[in-house]
């Protein structure tokens, strides 16, 4: 397990944090999404010999927010 920063734009209420903190929960390879929304952070807690940058990425992405890592 590794945890990596990202910086998240379009992130602006607790509905927002939620729906990003569920959608990456649903990988079962992604432990833990914790969530700074003030800072525009999130901590995602992953297995890396399943997931990757690109996949947490995209998944934020479907809901329209941008993710880079920080
Ligand atoms: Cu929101």
Not at 33 to 40: D, G, H, N, T
Not at 64 to 69: C, I, L, R, S, V
Request: proline share 0%; net charge neutral.
């Amino acid at each position: 397990m590794t945890t990596s920063e990202y910086n998240v734009r379009g992130m602006h209420c607790v509905g927002c944090s939620s729906a990003i903190k569920k959608l990456l929960e649903k990988n079962k390879h992604i432990q833990e999404v914790r969530v700074e929304l003030y800072e525009s952070k999130i901590f995602v807690t992953y297995d890396e010999s399943n997931v990757d940058h690109d996949t947490i990425v995209t998944t934020v992405g479907r809901f329209g927010y941008q993710a880079a890592k920080a």
